[in-house]
């Protein structure tokens, strides 16, 4: 079974400055992936960025950065010059990436994210 | 550019009263997924459909939960003799198979309230 803990319920960070979203992640499958969601209050939940469990390179898309450790078994989220619109809850989520399965994403709790001026 | 629709947006009902929920998803998109989101939790699987065919379900989905989705396109979430515990966000997330990443792209959900 996998299973996603994120342990920072909420978190606070000035404009401007940067800030990481902690993940662990626990997982017997060899491939696998890991994504990063926003969800701000209105519900909708977006995609930020993925890592595969076998690239090397640390994933980035623009202000976000995906900082894979995968001996740590962790995919933390950095996201540079935070913006008062980054206020939302964030959720990091995993699929197993088999032939033939549903790629499912097991989510985290998740954490909240305030911007401050 | 549609993204995925979900209708209604809020539904209120009673106890034991029969609901129905749809997802309409992009356009292209084989996979469809339901997920249920609990206040202060992350969403959780209930099922999946690759074009019409349901292959799997989640143990979260009782007996009283049934999900369609005819032709493959629209897909439709009913839950009969609702329950106070059923109270929650629903959530519709599509995606299309081949590529790299396929991310699912989520509709802004359903939230249900159950007095």
């Known amino acids: 079974a996998q299973k996603i803990t994120q342990t920072q319920p909420g978190m606070f960070v000035q404009e401007k400055e940067a800030v990481t979203l902690d993940c662990t992640y626990d997982?017997?499958?060899?491939?696998?992936?890991l994504f990063w969601y926003k969800q701000p209050s209105s519900g909708e939940m977006i995609f930020l960025i993925y890592?595969?469990?076998?690239?090397?390179q640390n994933a980035t898309e623009g202000r976000y950065s995906l900082n894979f450790q995968k001996a740590r078994k962790s995919a933390n989220l950095v996201i540079s010059a935070s913006q008062l619109g980054d206020s939302a809850m964030y959720f990091c989520?995993?699929?197993?990436?088999?032939?033939?399965?549903?790629?499912?994403?097991?989510f985290g709790t998740g954490t909240r994210l305030q911007v401050t001026l | 550019d549609t993204g995925v629709s979900q209708d209604p947006r809020h539904k209120i009902t009673k106890r034991g009263q029969n609901v129905t929920f749809r997802c309409d998803p992009i356009?292209?998109?084989?996979?469809l997924y339901w997920y249920r989101q609990t206040l202060g939790q992350g969403p959780e699987f209930l099922t999946y459909?690759?074009?019409?065919?349901?292959?799997?379900k989640s143990r979260l989905l009782s007996d009283r939960f049934s999900a369609e989705r005819p032709k493959g396109s629209f897909s439709t979430l009913e839950i009969q003799r609702t329950e106070q515990g059923d109270s929650a966000m629903y959530l519709c997330?599509?995606?299309?198979?081949?590529?790299?990443?396929?991310?699912?792209?989520f509709g802004p959900g359903t939230r249900l309230t159950v007095t």
């Open positions: 997982t017997s499958d060899p491939s696998y992936g």
């Open positions: 890592q595969g469990s076998y690239d090397q």
């Open positions: 356009s292209e998109h084989n996979r």
């Open positions: 989520a995993m699929r197993e990436e088999r032939a033939g399965t549903a790629s499912k994403l097991t």
């Open positions: 997330a599509s995606t299309t198979e081949g590529g790299r990443v396929n991310e699912q792209y």
């Open positions: 459909f690759q074009n019409e065919a349901q292959l799997e």
